[in-house]
């Protein structure tokens, strides 16, 4: 992959923040570039579920346009903190501290960026009437696969079969690096 080395200042932040609170489970540069470059063509409010310490959420802010917002739930206490720590002076990023599902009465929003793996929390079902027409959904954390039906671990994933089929959304599976994937879902 080509990619300039240096980080946005708001991302090595988050990094930063991260190593401080002892986790080692965030969103890979490849796919922060990726969200980046997504941010910065969607206007309104942009969203991530499942923040963990802020390094997904500072990689879509590091992109996004001017006038534009971000709304970030974590589930857990201390990594919702320490994802403030990052945003604390930053009125365009709001970290919740709850349930992803408590921010239903922000959206629609224009860009949902989903660090969640299960489909109950995941699934097209959950998610259509959060995104605005032409919005797009990210998904990430999956390992490339060139079969069909797609699998993972020697199962059908049925949370990637079930996206790359929902006739409301346009979706394609985009490797960001040899062992990394994405879905990448367009709302129609």
Do not use: H
Not at 42 to 68: C, D, I, N, Q
Not at 123 to 132: H, M, S, Y
Request: charged share 25%; net charge negative.
């Amino acid at each position: 992959m080509s990619a300039p080395p240096d980080l946005p200042g708001i991302v090595a932040r988050a990094f930063d923040v991260s190593r401080k609170s002892g986790y080692v489970s965030f969103c890979r540069n490849e796919t922060g570039r990726l969200l980046a470059a997504l941010a910065a063509s969607r206007p309104g409010t942009l969203a991530e579920f499942g923040t963990g310490t802020g390094v997904g959420t500072a990689w879509l802010r590091s992109g996004m346009r001017e006038g534009s917002r971000i709304v970030t739930a974590e589930l857990e206490p201390k990594l919702a903190k320490a994802a403030a720590e990052i945003f604390e002076d930053d009125e365009q990023v709001e970290v919740v501290a709850a349930d992803w599902s408590t921010l239903r009465d922000k959206g629609p929003f224009s860009l949902l960026f989903l660090d969640a793996r299960e489909p109950k929390d995941s699934g097209a079902d959950t998610i259509i009437d959060l995104v605005e027409p032409g919005g797009v959904v990210v998904l990430d954390d999956f390992t490339p696969c060139a079969s069909w039906p797609p699998v993972f671990a020697g199962r059908v994933d049925v949370l990637r079969e079930q996206w790359l089929t929902d006739d409301r959304f346009t979706t394609v599976e985009v490797m960001v690096a040899p062992d990394a994937s994405v879905l990448i879902a367009s709302k129609r």
